[in-house]
């Protein structure tokens, strides 16, 4: 398996910009774009929204992310030579906003061979939802987004390096995303990946749920609902791919798995997207990204 890269350290184990990170890397921006992107309040919480969860729920902001404004204002923005917020982006190779005959827009991340955002790390063009997407323990979670891969997207990935499309992001500074999409577990494959953590940093290995060829120039369309949970036996994913509802590689379509990372305070995810990837790959790969929603229940999407 291939490791992701630390955005805080050269020989890091995962990807690691937290949401507390994120008030920190603020700092190298203007301060006008700092004071435009403070921390919304914590989600309180609320009766349970699903009757599939199986512990206590608790609500959250709704939130759309689907470029719907023409430009990034939905999204914290980090790419080559940027590091802040999305309406204040003005646009650049490595992301821009683009007319989509299906989605009426869609997001397009490029990423070349030394694409390092200000802060380093890895390799990388990706949006932030930062708070406004937070997941936590017993809170059960609904997301809808569509990802398509340009035809000239590398189908060797697992050869080249680790990399990933799609992240629900811990909030420690160590460790890798609990849950991402993945282009490295296999070559040519889209795979949905649990890495179970018994601390930040503390990896039980990586489980692959569920898989689907890369299908470039062709939309995946995805609704899942996750149970946030550090606990295998508690937290749960389920997934719609292009409308159906999956099975996953262990035969069932409710996955259980821990979600969360044990040892945060309290241990929460937050959702990023674009193409995140290992340094030094040569070939450049470009992903788009539409659609982005996240609410209590399905209906509310």
């Given at each position: ?26 700092l ?5 774009v700092?004071?435009?992107c ?26 759309v ?19 802040g ?21 869609a ?14 790390g ?6 932030s ?15 809808r ?22 992240q629900?992001h ?7 995303p609990?849950?991402?999409w ?8 889209w ?45 749960f ?10 099975t996953?590689t ?5 996955y ?12 929460s995810?937050?959702y990023k ?26 209906e509310?999407?």
């Amino acid at each position: 398996m291939h490791e992701h890269v630390r955005a805080d350290s050269a020989m890091p184990r995962g990807p690691t910009v937290d949401r507390r990170g994120f008030g920190r890397l603020a700092l190298v921006t203007t301060a006008a774009v700092t004071a435009a992107c403070a921390p919304q309040p914590p989600p309180k919480p609320t009766a349970p929204a699903s009757a599939t969860a199986r512990v206590v729920d608790a609500s959250a902001e709704s939130f759309v992310g689907d470029y719907g404004t023409g430009n990034f204002s939905q999204w914290w923005v980090q790419c080559k030579d940027y590091n802040g917020a999305g309406r204040a982006f003005p646009g650049s190779y490595s992301a821009s906003v683009v007319p989509d005959p299906v989605h009426a827009y869609a997001a397009r991340f490029e990423v070349r061979e030394g694409d390092v955002p200000p802060f380093g790390g890895g390799e990388r063009s990706e949006v932030s939802g930062g708070e406004k997407t937070l997941g936590f323990e017993g809170q059960a979670r609904w997301y809808r987004f569509a990802t398509m891969f340009d035809p000239t997207f590398p189908a060797d990935h697992a050869s080249l390096g680790w990399g990933l499309t799609n992240q629900w992001h811990g909030d420690s500074n160590d460790g890798s995303p609990p849950l991402n999409w993945s282009v490295s577990y296999q070559d040519g494959q889209w795979t949905l990946l649990a890495d179970r953590q018994s601390s930040p940093g503390g990896y039980l290995g990586k489980v692959a749920l569920f898989s689907v060829p890369l299908d470039p120039g062709t939309w995946h369309e995805v609704d899942m609902q996750i149970l946030w949970s550090a606990s295998d036996s508690t937290g749960f994913v389920e997934l719609w791919h292009n409308g159906v509802r999956q099975t996953f590689t262990d035969g069932s379509q409710t996955y259980h798995v821990r979600t969360l990372v044990p040892g945060g305070s309290p241990s929460s995810v937050y959702y990023k997207e674009g193409y995140y990837r290992q340094n030094g790959i040569a070939p450049t790969g470009i992903v788009y990204h539409s659609a982005f929603r996240s609410a209590d229940t399905r209906e509310a999407l």
